[in-house]
């Protein structure tokens, strides 16, 4: 999205963990307007170990039912063009070297990540803070198998074969982390070199919350991870709900039916898009 802070983060981003097959259920509710609008929307997680068979006869049905799918990225397979706004995004002359951008104490963890995902010294250095806290946790994230092209996201597009929009785009996406106040970015990098040892334990149980539908249990992670920190709940959650419910009114009033897959922390609680939705007057309906 993130020490819990980063747990966030992977919500948002990459959360780690497998459930069985034939426990996957994601959130799924139908938005209806007063002229007959329907929208659906649908939680999904960004990477996994392997395949999971996400779909059932409510989320096959809403598939069918709906002429536009609205992910966050439109070109959610298309890794070159990500990698190109990572790069183009991601480095600035002039910083610090990236050992003074972190606690003193959490040095020797600095170089354990670097050293751990092959990158030698002074490699991070052209970068800004949260663009070295994203290669450190993708360095993580691979230790633990997840893959991003196992992710419910690129899943619900390669079964879409009609026109599809986005609320982002991957350049806009990391735009968000490159705009953050520099000791925003330096409390993600903290958060990336201090993960828990249970770190493994706690995504896989939010991993389980979200093949279960669980949005309590999501809420609560946000609000504990969040809570504390304005700033970055403002950027990474709340401001970007916003954006999107203005965005889906707007294609509900040309006529669009979407189906708007997106991860399921911004689905969660009373900041998630089916209460903002409710909130503004559509009829919202959790079908799954």
């Not at 190109?84 to 104490?105: H, N, Y």
Request: hydrophobic share 50%; net charge negative; aromatic share 6%.
């Amino acid at each position: 999205m993130f020490n819990r802070l980063f747990s966030l983060l992977l919500l948002f981003l990459a959360l780690a963990g497998c459930a069985r097959q034939e426990d996957v259920h994601p959130g799924l509710w139908l938005v209806e307007g007063p002229k007959g609008e329907k929208a659906w929307l649908f939680g999904t997680i960004h990477a996994l170990p392997k395949p999971v068979d996400w779909r059932s006869n409510k989320v096959d049905a809403a598939l069918h039912a709906a002429d536009l799918l609205v992910l966050e990225v439109a070109d959610i397979r298309d890794d070159a063009k990500t990698a190109k706004a990572f790069a183009e995004l991601a480095q600035s002359p002039g910083l610090p070297p990236i050992a003074q951008r972190v606690p003193a104490d959490l040095r020797d963890e600095l170089q354990d990540g670097m050293t751990q995902g092959g990158l030698k010294a002074g490699a991070l250095d052209p970068f800004e803070t949260w663009a070295a806290a994203l290669m450190l946790q993708n360095t993580s994230a691979a230790a633990r198998t997840s893959d991003s092209g196992n992710g419910i996201d690129r899943a619900v597009a390669e079964a879409w074969s009609g026109p599809v929009d986005e609320f982002e785009g991957a350049a806009a996406q990391l735009a968000i982390f490159d705009r953050l106040p520099e000791p925003e970015q330096r409390a993600l990098l903290k958060a990336v070199l201090t993960e828990e040892p249970n770190r493994e334990a706690q995504l896989r149980d939010l991993q389980k919350a979200w093949a279960r539908g669980d949005m309590d249990l999501i809420a609560r992670v946000t609000d504990q991870d969040l809570g504390q920190e304005p700033a970055l709940r403002e950027a990474l959650l709340l401001a970007r709900n916003r954006a999107w419910t203005g965005k889906l009114e707007g294609l509900l009033a040309r006529g669009a039916m979407p189906f708007v897959a997106v991860g399921a922390a911004h689905l969660a609680g009373k900041d998630g898009l089916p209460a903002m939705l409710a909130a503004r007057g559509w009829k919202v309906t959790r079908l799954q």
